[in-house]
């Protein structure tokens, strides 16, 4: 099982999300996204230019589960901290996020989780992230894997419209093996997206 939001987001089945993105102005955006019966689960919100480009991820009720901020420049790259509701606390870190390769022209991204919670062994001969993603939501191309077992989590099925991209409102479907987060995907997602902006 991978949980790293929370159990309660890792289905035993497949799960298929649709993610809707609207630009709601020059300087914020939002993520709503949906079951395939069309019930609102995630809101995603904050703004596009403010310095740490906050972003909170809500449950349907507007409870917030995880905050996500960048952290300035890590040799050139922007790192990504996400946080348990809208804590800063180094004990509420879920995981932080940064790309591995500063002149790739595809977006991609290494995910460590906290010592704590890492499967893998933290020492200086082990470098290998816990997770990575590959791309982004266009053409279909963000994938999330496991490295060490080269293991595919979940992945962008469908496409969106040209048109839709131009204008900055556009919606995909991303589908999550079983027994892995959901909420931990969909952050990411977002990641993968405002990282690609920050080129």
Not at 23 to 36: I, N
Not at 92 to 106: H, I, M, Q, Y
Request: some cysteine.
């Amino acid at each position: 099982m991978v949980s790293v939001v929370g159990e309660m987001f890792c289905n035993p089945y497949t799960t298929e999300l649709v993610v809707k993105r609207q630009r709601e102005s020059l300087k914020r955006d939002r993520y709503d996204v949906f079951d395939l019966s069309d019930n609102l689960i995630f809101t995603v919100e904050g703004g596009t230019w403010n310095i740490r480009r906050k972003r909170v991820l809500r449950d349907a009720t507007g409870i917030p589960l995880l905050s996500m901020r960048t952290k300035g420049l890590v040799t050139m790259r922007y790192k990504w901290e996400v946080y348990k509701g809208e804590s800063i606390e180094s004990e509420d870190l879920l995981f932080s996020a940064r790309e591995p390769n500063l002149f790739s022209f595809k977006t991609s991204l290494d995910v460590s989780l906290p010592p704590q919670q890492s499967s893998i062994s933290k020492d200086i001969s082990n470098i290998e992230p816990d997770f990575r993603t590959y791309g982004r939501y266009i053409g279909s191309s963000f994938k999330l894997s496991e490295p060490i077992h080269n293991t595919l989590l979940a992945e962008v099925v469908h496409d969106f419209s040209w048109r839709g991209l131009v204008i900055g409102n556009y919606s995909f479907k991303v589908r999550v093996n079983p027994y892995v987060d959901y909420a931990f995907v969909i952050a990411l997602l977002v990641i993968a997206d405002d990282t690609s902006n920050l080129r």
